[in-house]
């Protein structure tokens, strides 16, 4: 989905931010001898299954390429925030994960609203200092406009879920096209291992926060897959 992969962009390209890393952040990954190796097949053994939640839930993976984004770029007012925009066009490289698995994540139901997970694994010590770069986005930009509309960046308070070594949580509200469009983003770090975990709203109200027990069951897994 174009939101999801636009969130989980943003997590890669404020990762390449020109800021300095932050040290803790560093001493925080595990070392490259503790580290296994991940392809696209081990990243999708990390991504939860409908087993492993309550009854219920329904769990989609979704197929490489079914959320590619062909938006043309765009140029923030704000240029501590232009990874924002950049994230609508992210392009792969050297700073990227090795391996990636997008999940569709709904209750069955009358509830139709998706929890959109992506399971983004990196070379040792990226995953930290990607986190560190969604802090130093968070920290200087809020509010903007680019060449199709306005946009609202908000960090969040959230505590660190059980399982995961840092978290960081943020709504991404786009009014561009006149219709206002709300995401909402938890960024979990497992070891070198990114768990992003969003929803979406496209009625005007606020978007929903992820399912704590779903969070749960993601990131008790990574924690065993670890």
């Not at 469009?181 to 009625?203: E, H, K, P």
Request: proline content about 8%; overall charge negative.
């Amino acid at each position: 989905m174009r939101h999801l992969l636009a969130l989980a962009a943003l997590v890669l390209t404020a990762g390449c931010a020109t800021a300095p890393a932050d040290p803790s952040a560093d001493r925080a990954a595990p070392s490259a001898g503790a580290t296994p190796e991940y392809d696209a097949a081990a990243v999708r053994a990390l991504a939860v299954t409908a087993a492993e939640l309550a009854p219920g839930w329904r769990v989609t993976l979704m197929e490489p390429g079914q959320n590619d984004i062909s938006s043309p770029p765009q140029t923030s007012d704000i240029p501590a925030c232009q990874p924002v925009l950049d994230a609508l066009t992210p392009s792969k490289g050297s700073a990227g994960p090795l391996a990636e698995a997008d999940l569709d994540i709904a209750r069955e139901g009358d509830d139709p609203a998706s929890l959109y997970t992506g399971i983004l694994a990196f070379r040792p010590g990226r995953a930290a200092a990607v986190h560190a770069g969604i802090d130093r986005v968070l920290d200087h930009c809020r509010a903007f406009t680019s060449t199709a509309g306005r946009h609202l960046l908000t960090r969040l308070d959230t505590p660190t879920p059980e399982g995961a070594d840092a978290a960081t949580a943020f709504t991404l509200t786009d009014e561009t096209g006149g219709t206002t469009i709300a995401q909402r983003a938890l960024v979990a770090r497992a070891g070198d291992v990114l768990a992003v975990f969003t929803t979406l709203d496209a009625t005007g109200r606020p978007a929903p926060e992820p399912d704590a027990a779903v969070v749960r069951a993601q990131l008790a897994k990574l924690g065993r897959k670890n």
